[in-house]
């Protein structure tokens, strides 16, 4: 079982910069980011979920295309938390975040909301 907090959300001005967090706790497993790849997935009103960027247990990074080069998703072991930094954001950029641990199974956070608007 794992648990996942998000934090950091909130209103920005287009070109602004946020930093999302994610705090991950688990009953079994001192070191989550071990054990589960993690994620950050992104769902705008009336869309569906879709990924942002993702982590691997071996360090391998992805992004998708639209946030290249202004996101940047990292992990602090030692705090078991999971980062996103947010520049340049834009208005499309505007979700509901969430954080995801994934092994066997799916774990999800409560979401936290991003609005970019001048």
């Known amino acids: 079982q794992v648990q996942l907090v998000e934090s950091g959300g909130g209103l920005v001005q287009p070109g602004g910069s946020l930093r999302l967090s994610c705090r991950a706790s688990s009953t079994i497993f001192t070191n989550i980011f071990v054990v589960y790849n993690m994620g950050w997935y992104r769902q705008a009103p009336g869309k569906q979920r879709e990924l942002v960027a993702n982590i691997t247990r071996d360090d391998k990074l992805n992004y998708a295309d639209s946030v290249k080069g202004r996101f940047t998703i990292s992990r602090d072991s030692a705090k078991n938390t999971l980062y996103l930094q947010m520049n340049s954001l834009k208005p499309e950029d505007t979700a509901v975040y969430y954080c995801?641990?994934?092994?066997?199974?799916?774990?999800w956070g409560q979401g936290t909301q991003v609005t970019v608007s001048p």
């Open positions: 995801n641990a994934k092994s066997v199974y799916d774990y």
